[in-house]
């Protein structure tokens, strides 16, 4: 019996694969650098479906029915093109590649390029829900040709997570637009976990809980409009306690968040993009601060406000506005994601879905959250929808939101409490809705020192004014 599907690359992402094609009833031919793991797989889950077990590339690429469909589950970078060019000679046009790692969607648009001339399709798909996902069902974001789609689609929506009955995976269009979705998703996690972390931060903080006190606040959220995959392991990390001291889990563990690189793509990318992702900048940042060890230990004895706790009055009401400031933020990072993947889809002339997209996102992933069932209306409503803070569902959360945003933010500049996350949303937020900016002011710096003109706001083209001489103004 040929397979219908093979998984090379067997760590655990590749080995939970296989292992829920075969639970789908698929056969899966297996792969692996080192056989012994390809045997260790077999052993240990034949059992739960038809696993066919290939030692050599070509063995591998035999044991597959055509079309092939041939995922490569390798680490991003020199090692996934290794394997490209381990197994592209032993394949036929119209056979497949499916990259389901994470890598750089430049990456992808340049493989999927090369093997196109070979009649190769390459399938950047990005797979979200870490080890769990990839065996009980992932959120998968597949790029590469409709046609290539038509063969594979079926088979990994079989596999994917689903959310009333629908699959959270669809086509997401042409070359490395779904790992380009994927990075964006990632850039989002990465800002959702930064806002998450502000509002624990704020409750201990402006509060003075403790970290099992913060997991039921954070678990009362969990029931409302913040449900999401996020929120919950929030409260079982923050309830969780240390065994070895007795003391809550997060007082133990070092306070330097690690990254390892999806997020900042998203901001390099969206840098170049000219599109302003100022949340995922923000958590970024925050991670790179809080590992800036010998930065951080030099500032240490700077001094701070004066008033480090709220008064009783000021207490009152104070996590249900941080509920609020969260809520609101969120949308603002999600605005500006779905902005950043609207402005590739434009750049690289993808026809992405913006709504699928929130659709598949809705399970599966690490992002999963009940809202996203509100961007999906959102865009299904309107798939040209400027900016998600327009849409009316999210102008009015925003709306009925923002009292409370301010305050937070302003208790947090006034408590000396750092939230990035929160404010930076909120500037973006009043800066888009200004009717006039300053950067008036700044074109008019610009003329001053290096006559780079500017445009007026009453008539057409572009001036200069003679800064140095008797300051009238020409046309340039
Ligand atoms: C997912 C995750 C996954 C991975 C992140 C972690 O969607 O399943 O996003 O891709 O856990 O890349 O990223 P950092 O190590 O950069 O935090």
Same mark, same amino acid.
């Given at each position: 019996?040929?397979?219908?599907? /093979? ?6 992402? !590749? ?12 056969? *899966? ?12 797989? *077999? ?7 038809? %696993? ?14 055509? =079309? ?24 036929? =046009? ?6 389901? $790692?994470?890598?750089?969607? @430049?990456?992808?648009?340049?493989? @999927? ?10 399938? /950047?798909? /990005?797979?979200? !829900? ?35 009955? @629908? ?10 637009? !779904?790992? %380009?979705?994927?990075? *964006? ?11 998450? &972390? @502000? ?6 903080? !402006? ?19 913040? +449900? ?13 306690? +240390? ?49 800036? &060890? ?12 004066? *008033? ?24 603002? &990072?999600?605005?500006? $994601? ?14 992405? +879905? ?14 999963? &959250? ?8 959102? %865009? ?5 929808? =400027? ?48 009717? #006039?900016? =300053? ?16 445009? #007026? ?20």
């Amino acid at each position: 019996e040929k397979a219908r599907i /093979g998984v090379t690359g067997l760590a655990v992402m !590749g080995r939970n694969l296989a292992r829920n094609l075969a639970r789908h009833g698929h056969a *899966v031919a297996v792969h692996n650098r080192t056989f012994a793991k390809t045997k260790a797989l *077999v052993e240990e889950f034949g059992h739960e479906g038809t %696993f066919v077990a290939a030692e050599t590339a070509e063995e591998f690429v035999a044991s597959l029915e055509r =079309p092939r469909r041939l995922v490569i589950m390798v680490k991003a970078g020199a090692p996934t093109d290794a394997v490209i060019e381990e197994f592209a000679p032993l394949l036929e =046009p119209g056979d497949m590649i499916v990259d389901g $790692g994470n890598a750089h969607f @430049e990456d992808t648009r340049r493989r @999927e390029q090369a093997l196109r001339e070979k009649g190769i399709h390459f399938v /950047g798909a /990005g797979i979200s !829900g870490g080890e769990e996902g990839a065996l009980n069902g992932p959120s998968i974001m597949p790029g590469g040709s409709k046609e290539s789609y038509e063969a594979l689609g079926p088979l990994l929506e079989d596999i994917a997570a689903k959310v009333d009955g @629908e699959p959270c995976c669809s086509h997401i269009g042409a070359d490395g637009a !779904g790992h %380009f979705v994927k990075m *964006v998703h990632n850039g989002i996690e990465y800002a959702d976990m930064q806002l998450i &972390a @502000e509002a624990y931060d704020l409750l201990r903080g !402006g509060l003075g809980l403790g970290a099992a006190e913060i997991s039921e606040v954070f678990r009362t959220w969990n029931a409302g409009r913040l +449900d999401s995959y996020l929120i919950e392991i929030t409260t079982e990390v923050l309830a969780h306690t +240390d065994a070895a001291t007795g003391k809550a889990f997060v007082d133990v563990v070092q306070d330097r968040a690690e990254q390892k690189g999806t997020g900042r793509w998203t901001v390099q990318t969206a840098l170049e993009l000219g599109v302003p992702v100022t949340g995922i900048a923000e958590a970024v940042f925050a991670r790179s601060l809080s590992g800036s &060890a010998g930065l951080r230990e030099a500032a240490a004895g700077l001094p701070g406000p004066t *008033v480090a706790k709220l008064g009783e009055e000021e207490a009152a009401g104070f996590a249900d506005a941080i509920e609020q400031a969260l809520y609101a933020s969120k949308i603002v &990072a999600y605005a500006q $994601g779905f902005n950043q993947i609207q402005a590739a889809a434009t750049e690289y002339g993808w026809d992405i +879905d913006l709504g699928a997209v929130a659709a598949l996102w809705r399970g599966g992933c690490i992002i999963r &959250a009940r809202f996203l069932n509100r961007i999906r209306d959102a %865009f299904a409503a309107n798939p040209q929808l =400027p900016t998600l803070l327009t849409d009316e569902y999210f102008r009015e959360a925003v709306a009925g939101a923002q009292d409370a945003w301010r305050r937070v933010v302003a208790t947090a500049v006034r408590l000396g409490v750092p939230t990035p996350g929160f404010s930076s949303a909120l500037a973006y937020y009043d800066a888009l809705r200004a009717e #006039r900016l =300053p950067a008036s002011l700044i074109q008019g710096q610009r003329d001053y020192f290096g006559a780079h003109t500017y445009r #007026r706001t009453d008539r057409e083209g572009s001036f200069h004014t003679l800064w140095s001489g008797d300051r009238t103004e020409v046309e340039d």
